[in-house]
């Protein structure tokens, strides 16, 4: 996710870091070097030059040429910017009380993820104890009723549908009564989109708007377009009047154009972003986290949550003691690696570590090579996976033609645990060193029930403000 831009940014951070003096030229170089990376990102040129205009401005004044640290003051000028940039802070759904009906309208060009991003979000709104109800208000793009349908019900969300209907506004209105009647609190209307903006859409969005009355009226457009999303965001919200966008695809977006631009020029707030295919690969938007991830400092935060929300802390609790006690064993390694999995992909794990951000690319990661391992593990028996040393010649041949891998990858799958094993056994002789370890594997997602928070704010530039209320 934004690899190109982070990787832009990060190289400049590194440089800035290093300076105990900053001068005027080099001010205006880095400003310049800022400026090609946004414009190659796709970024709105009027976004741009407000930019680089106001952080020259600020870079040049006396807070930074006479600071005791002007390099990080700079990065912290830039952090600031692009905060700023983005938004300033996250903007949460307008939602009236529980006892109360709150409607969500979602617009937006067909092929943008209205469907499935309405899915997401009736999914994450149930998990935040709302009672939502989708409504199938898609009634021209062939098979789109059936589409929420299914996804209603992967979820247990409730979908509001009509055999045969034709008319969207008496759809939409069919939904609010059945949500009143039935006690569900918060109506999620998935409305037509066509291929680019025409009359009939718009009238038709104009009518179900007027219809329902939504608390939020949303904008769900693909991130990957860049500027032509924020083209977008302008015309609805001439005609609809929009209150925030949800940007779908976030996750294969490598330049950042539509997020970097669209809170300048439509002064709307992203609220929500999708990371994935999954349903709940669908996060809210919080511009100094992006910020973060953007100049190459991670989302230590991000991270944090999705491994509470992921790992079982009891569990990982018991995995931390035995491995204490030297009983680790290779179905607790397949345990971990498929919780390590539950976080997302390596990819989007590695964008949120600090000083890992942007610096290895989706090619340099050795997926095949954790998918061999995790199949290997279930090729064998769990006689097996309890007691490594039983597995010879014959079963390792076994093992390998079951995980369609090679008897050579089996090996060095056994070499890697037995190193492990030994390296643990050395470990619970010393006290301090048990402790290190535990700090080590804290840092792991899934490991030692957390992680080590100390060594990944020691990963931060130094002096380095971080978002308001985080601490560590």
Do not use: W
């Not at 001068?23 to 407000?50: G, P």
């Not at 370890?437 to 130094?462: C, E, F």
């Amino acid at each position: 996710m934004l690899e190109k831009i982070t990787g832009t940014f990060s190289g400049i951070v590194r440089t800035l870091s290093g300076k105990s003096t900053i001068t005027e030229k080099n001010i205006e170089e880095t400003v310049e070097q800022i400026k090609i990376a946004l414009l190659e990102a796709d970024v709105n040129l009027r976004v741009v030059r407000r930019f680089v205009n106001s952080t020259v401005e600020e870079a040049k004044g006396e807070k930074v040429l006479k600071a005791v640290d002007p390099g990080q003051q700079f990065v912290k000028i830039i952090y600031d910017k692009i905060v700023a940039m983005l938004g300033d802070s996250k903007t949460d759904l307008s939602l009236k009380g529980p006892d109360v009906q709150s409607v969500v309208l979602l617009l937006g060009l067909q092929g943008a993820g209205k469907t499935t991003a309405a899915h997401k979000l009736a999914a994450r709104l149930k998990k935040e104890g709302r009672r939502p109800l989708l409504v199938a208000c898609d009634l021209v793009r062939p098979a789109a009723v059936e589409q929420l349908s299914v996804l209603g019900e992967k979820i247990g969300v409730p979908v509001y549908k009509e055999a045969g209907a034709s008319d969207a506004v008496k759809v939409a209105l069919g939904g609010i009564d059945f949500a009143k009647k039935n006690g569900l609190d918060t109506v999620i209307v998935d409305t037509a989109g066509r291929l680019q903006i025409d009359d009939a859409m718009m009238k038709e969005l104009v009518d179900v708007k007027k219809a329902v009355s939504p608390v939020e009226t949303v904008l769900v457009a693909d991130a990957m377009t860049g500027q032509n999303a924020v083209d977008i965001a302008k015309s609805f919200d001439e005609q609809l009047g929009l209150t925030g966008v949800i940007l779908t695809k976030f996750d294969s977006d490598a330049r950042g154009g539509a997020a970097l631009s669209l809170r300048t020029i439509t002064g709307k707030p992203i609220l929500f972003i999708g990371t994935g295919e999954k349903t709940e690969d669908f996060e809210q938007f919080h511009p100094d986290r992006i910020a973060s991830r953007i100049l190459g400092m991670g989302d230590v935060v991000s991270l944090v949550e999705k491994a509470q929300e992921t790992v079982d802390q009891e569990q990982a609790l018991k995995m931390q003691q035995k491995m204490m006690r030297n009983e680790f064993t290779l179905q607790d390694m397949l345990e971990q690696l498929q919780s390590v999995k539950k976080m997302g992909s390596v990819q989007q794990i590695l964008d949120m570590m600090p000083g890992l951000a942007g610096q290895i690319s989706e090619d340099q990661i050795d997926k095949a090579g954790l998918k061999h391992q995790e199949a290997i593990i279930q090729s064998m028996t769990m006689k097996e996976r309890m007691n490594h040393l039983i597995i010879g010649p014959s079963r390792r041949k076994r093992i390998a033609k079951g995980s369609g891998t090679s008897v050579q990858e089996v090996n060095k799958l056994l070499k890697q645990f037995e190193k492990t094993k030994l390296t643990m056994k050395k470990l619970t002789r010393n006290r301090g060193m048990q402790a290190k370890l535990m700090q080590q594997m804290g840092a792991m997602p899934g490991m030692g029930g957390g992680m080590d928070m100390s060594q990944l704010a020691g990963k931060l530039p130094k002096g380095f403000s971080l978002p308001k209320g985080f601490k560590f």
